[in-house]
């Protein structure tokens, strides 16, 4: 049975909403450099059994081996860890919210290094995208004082991974000008999942295993098979079928997924400062992608 790429997409969104709450969970039992190997261990088999099933197993230069391990590094280890650390000092809710300032970032960047436009709406985007992250990260309550809960460090990183994965995207258009992005996802996964390895055994992450209860194995089984997995697959698999512009707007319902799933499984309250700053991120990402040039690695 043929899967509508609208099912795809969204399977794919509500699994990434949904990794934040099971990364929140498995930090009770496990160490972040077992997270990342582990879940990226197991996304990286689904993807390569997929490869070779479609028959689309292809290789690269050598000379692009530098440039996939670069975006690994940035994409899987750097992004991976900033997030898994800031969930230890902060809610899943907050994050759902905070990550998808990606799109301004990345409009930012390409600005700036790509030379794309910035029309006036998406400037004001920007301006509400941030006081939208501000509200949310302050709780309704900007102030000094702030800066002095352990919960404001997570929202930082949190923050931080937003750019980082903003540099991964304007890094990666050249490179997707040329190549597929199937494969380039795969070879960027690859080697970013081979850089968390000398974390790995340095901080013996294989004695977590041995501490995980049952929850925290589905947990991460999900983040492995689902959010590593089959979730890049479907997303990429839309792609190839549908305009970008039609796939991207499906991740306005990453947040959302993840205060629903935050509020069913950890309990995490729903306040209104979140909603309201939620709301008024969530309209400055939307005015920052109503560029008269889309974001696309083809233009």
């Known amino acids: ?62 000379s692009e081996l530098a440039t996939f391990a670069l975006l690994g590094g940035v994409g899987v280890l750097l992004h991976q860890l900033l997030q898994i650390t800031g969930l230890r000092y902060t809610s899943a809710t907050n994050s759902g ?26 400037i004001v985007g920007v301006l509400l995208a941030f006081c939208g992250a501000l509200l949310v990260a302050t709780r309704g309550r900007p ?81 492995g098979i689902f959010c590593s997995g089959v979730a890049f697959i479907f997303w990429y698999d839309s792609l190839e079928v549908a305009d970008a512009s039609q796939v991207s707007s499906f991740i306005y319902l990453e947040p959302l997924v993840t205060v629903a799933v935050a509020a069913w499984l950890l309990h995490e309250a729903i306040t209104l400062p979140a909603l309201a700053g939620g709301a008024i991120l969530l309209i400055g990402v939307w005015l920052v992608n109503r560029s008269p040039r889309p974001l696309d690695p083809a233009t």
């Open 143 to 223: 102030s000094l004082e702030m800066l002095r809960l352990s919960s404001t460090l997570g929202d930082l990183l949190m923050l931080l991974s937003a750019p980082n994965w903003a540099v991964f995207s304007v890094l990666s258009k050249p490179v997707l000008r040329h190549r597929p992005a199937a494969l380039v996802m795969h070879w960027v996964l690859l080697l970013g999942w081979v850089m968390t390895l000398p974390f790995f055994f340095a901080s013996r992450g294989w004695e977590d295993y041995g501490r995980l209860s049952s929850t925290g194995w589905l947990a991460l089984l999900f983040l």
């Open 1 to 62: 049975m043929r899967i509508p790429w609208q099912c795809k997409t969204l399977f794919a969104i509500s699994a990434w909403g949904a990794s934040f709450v099971a990364t929140k969970a498995v930090l009770r039992e496990a160490g972040p450099f077992t997270i990342v190997t582990t879940r990226f261990g197991m996304g990286v088999a689904v993807l390569l059994v997929t490869s070779a099933a479609r028959g689309q197993m292809h290789r690269i230069q050598r």
């Open 97 to 122: 919210w905070i990550i998808t300032l990606v799109p301004v970032f990345t409009v930012l960047l390409a600005r700036l290094f790509l030379h794309e436009r910035l029309a006036p709406p998406q």
